[in-house]
Nanobody
Framework: QVQLVESGGGLVQPGGSLRLSCAAS????????MAWYRQAPEKEREYVAR???????NYADSVKGRFIISRDNAKNTVYLQMNSLRPEDTAVYLC???????????????WGQGTQVTVSS
């Protein structure tokens, strides 16, 4: 019913920047919170940042001051501007959205397939 598709990942040198995008498509009635998570090899998935429908943001301590989450509600898209990247930021970045689809009255959690971010010199 809903797909979340991430884009913008790639290889970047330490100190560099990337901007990730996640576009939601399908029979979407409304989207509440959208968020980014990441999972590094052999590590648990970790929370990165989230943004509410009204635009309130929250960040993990590990990325605070370096990453900025934003959204375009008209495009059903969430972004993650990643600055001052470090090797430890290397991970698959996953998009999350809490969505109500047409024909339903409850929110459901949806996840994207992930996009690889590699920070290396």
């Amino acid at each position: 019913q809903v797909q979340l598709v991430e884009s913008g990942g790639g290889l970047v040198q330490p100190g560099g920047s990337l901007r990730l995008s996640c576009a939601a498509s399908g029979r979407i009635f409304s989207i509440d919170t959208m968020a980014w998570y990441r999972q590094a090899p052999e590590k648990e998935r970790e929370y990165v940042a989230r943004i509410t429908e009204g635009g309130s943001t929250n960040y993990a301590d590990s990325v605070k001051g370096r990453f900025i989450i934003s959204r375009d509600n008209a495009k059903n898209t969430v972004y993650l501007q990643m600055n001052s990247l470090r090797p430890e930021d290397t991970a698959v970045y996953l998009c999350y959205a809490r969505i109500v689809v047409y024909g339903s009255s409850n929110y459901v959690n949806y996840w994207g397939q992930g996009t690889q971010v590699t920070v290396s010199s």
